[in-house]
């Protein structure tokens, strides 16, 4: 079984700065796919930033300059580092992990979301 831990949402300040993490445990053979979704209040989740499988890193036009994914392989973690914040940047953020379980399976993962507010 695999599980995806969330942390880091907060209220913050427009202008400052946040960093989420999603780290990944279980039964894991290898992860293909990491990255982060938002869904704001009333509006369908959306892609902000991933590391697709065997490409480069894709971000949300919405986000480029302002947030950067990372990974931690060794680690199983994934992260978001989000700067400048904007009060459109509110949503629940959610972790999003496409792995290969070691009994050989395709898994498509989410973690269980954390809030991110804005004010102005």
């Known amino acids: 079984q695999v599980q995806l831990v969330e942390s880091g949402g907060d209220l913050v300040q427009a202008g400052g700065s946040l960093r989420l993490s999603c780290a990944v445990s279980?039964?894991?053979?290898?992860?293909?796919?990491m990255g982060w979704y938002r869904q704001a209040s009333g509006k369908q989740r959306e892609l902000v930033a991933v590391?697709?499988?065997?490409?480069?890193?894709k971000y949300a036009d919405s986000v480029k300059g302002r947030f950067t994914i990372s990974r931690d392989n060794a680690k199983n973690t994934v992260y978001l580092q989000m700067n400048s914040l904007k009060p459109e940047d509110t949503a629940v953020y959610y972790c999003?992990?496409?792995?290969?379980?070691?009994?050989?399976?395709?898994?498509?993962?989410w973690g269980q979301g954390t809030q991110v507010t804005v004010s102005s």
């Open positions: 279980g039964s894991i053979f290898s992860i293909n796919v």
């Open positions: 999003n992990v496409v792995l290969i379980t070691m009994l050989h399976r395709r898994e498509d993962c």
């Open positions: 590391f697709p499988s065997g490409g480069s890193t």
